[in-house]
């Protein structure tokens, strides 16, 4: 699963090289790391991360540090050259549904508890990771190999994908509410792509008839069409084409059930703003908790110092 998008000449061999030259623009415009996750936003050890070239950023990212640091464009278009993806390894249960989307002519899903796995963020698909496993080396390696399957559908002519969300997708956290903000962001900006839609299910519609469980139907190039679900650790596939009728029709009229694109990213905007509005409320918190900290640290001091008595000179009597 590589990605291939060098523009006249080979892609180049390490992502390190996009970090640092995006820590010399950083430096050269006086922002810490710190700095500059402030104005993206996100979290400083992201910036840190993507300068080390341990961690793979979006071409949104590249776009706006070009915007805040005056590069003239420079981080997009090496962004572009460079092979991110060189050697990637997904669980062998998933293999195939992999080799699937890298060739997909159009894929048709539906999600219930969390987003899909095209559309998450790497710190979503970290926080997601970290549930299960124990070795941040085995989370990193599944985050990149996750965020490889998405450049195709994210690229120019990508194939056509639809993504019906159940709202407790948008309402479940995942990571923390910074987290959740930048994926809510993350749906909103490639919901305007011209090959992707996205729409919501929501929660006060009873009525709806929503399937028991996440699906794809897939439709490859050779016009071979497959039903695919999960089940925990393992993947079902299906190419009984009575089997995949079925299921298109229910999934057709869920889609004519659910908020239309406009309204869903309207939805999605509302949601993002709570949990922006929480992350400033959780950080104002923290920071009066920690002033609260310190003053009572120094009052503990100040009663703990050993007293001196002080030389308070005597009032001079009056000569009789």
């Given at each position: 699963?590589?990605r291939?998008?060098?523009?006249?000449?080979?892609?180049?061999?390490?992502?390190?090289?996009f970090?640092?030259?995006l820590?010399?623009f950083?430096?050269?415009?006086?922002l810490?790391?710190?700095?500059?996750a402030r104005?993206?936003p996100?979290?400083?050890?992201?910036?840190a991360?993507?300068?080390?070239?341990?961690?793979v950023p979006?071409?949104?990212?590249?776009?706006?540090?070009?915007?805040?640091l005056?590069?003239?464009?420079v981080?997009?278009?090496?962004?572009g050259?460079?092979?991110?993806?060189?050697?990637?390894?997904h669980?062998?249960?998933?293999?195939?549904?992999a080799?699937?989307?890298a060739?997909?002519?159009?894929v048709r899903?539906?999600?219930?508890?969390?987003?899909?796995?095209?559309?998450?963020t790497?710190?979503?698909?970290?926080a997601?990771?970290?549930?299960?496993?124990?070795?941040?080396d085995?989370v990193?390696e599944?985050?990149r190999?996750?965020?490889?399957?998405?450049q195709?559908?994210?690229?120019d002519?990508?194939?056509?994908?639809?993504?019906?969300?159940?709202?407790?997708?948008?309402?479940?956290?995942?990571?923390?509410?910074?987290?959740?903000?930048?994926?809510?962001?993350?749906?909103?900006?490639?919901?305007?792509?011209?090959?992707?839609r996205?729409?919501?299910?929501?929660?006060?519609?009873p009525?709806?008839d929503?399937?028991?469980?996440?699906?794809?139907l897939?439709?490859?190039?050779?016009?071979?069409?497959?039903?695919?679900?999960?089940s925990?650790?393992?993947?079902?596939?299906n190419?009984?084409?009575?089997?995949?009728?079925?299921?298109?029709?229910?999934?057709?009229v869920?889609?004519?059930?659910?908020?239309?694109a406009?309204?869903?990213s309207?939805?999605?905007?509302d949601?993002?703003?709570?949990?922006?509005?929480?992350?400033?409320a959780?950080?104002?918190r923290?920071?009066?908790?920690q002033?609260?900290?310190?003053?009572?640290?120094?009052?503990?001091?100040?009663?703990?110092?050993?007293?001196?008595?002080?030389?308070?000179?005597?009032?001079?009597?009056q000569?009789?």
């Open positions: 699963m590589s291939r998008n060098a523009e006249g000449g080979a892609a180049a061999s390490t992502a390190a090289v970090g640092e030259v820590k010399h950083r430096e050269a415009a006086l810490t790391q710190e700095g500059l104005e993206l996100c979290d400083r050890s992201h910036v991360r993507v300068e080390a070239g341990t961690r979006q071409d949104t990212f590249a776009k706006r540090c070009d915007e805040l005056g590069t003239g464009g981080l997009a278009r090496l962004w050259r460079i092979d991110w993806y060189p050697q990637v390894e669980p062998d249960w998933f293999d195939r549904r080799r699937m989307d060739e997909a002519a159009a899903a539906y999600q219930t508890q969390v987003m899909p796995g095209l559309l998450q790497a710190d979503y698909a970290t997601l990771f970290a549930r299960r496993l124990a070795k941040s085995d990193a599944r985050v190999a996750r965020l490889s399957r998405q195709r559908f994210y690229a002519g990508g194939p056509f994908y639809l993504v019906v969300l159940d709202e407790i997708c948008l309402r479940h956290v995942v990571g923390s509410p910074t987290v959740m903000r930048n994926q809510c962001a993350r749906l909103l900006h490639v919901g305007r792509l011209p090959n992707i996205i729409q919501i299910v929501p929660l006060d519609r009525d709806i929503r399937p028991d469980t996440s699906l794809s897939i439709e490859l190039p050779d016009g071979h069409r497959w039903v695919y679900s999960e925990l650790d393992r993947g079902h596939f190419d009984d084409p009575a089997i995949f009728e079925r299921h298109s029709r229910t999934y057709d869920l889609r004519a059930d659910a908020l239309s406009p309204e869903s309207a939805l999605i905007s949601v993002m703003e709570r949990y922006e509005r929480h992350g400033r959780r950080a104002e923290g920071y009066l908790d002033e609260q900290l310190q003053r009572s640290e120094r009052r503990r001091l100040h009663r703990d110092s050993p007293r001196y008595p002080r030389h308070r000179p005597r009032p001079r009597q000569e009789p």
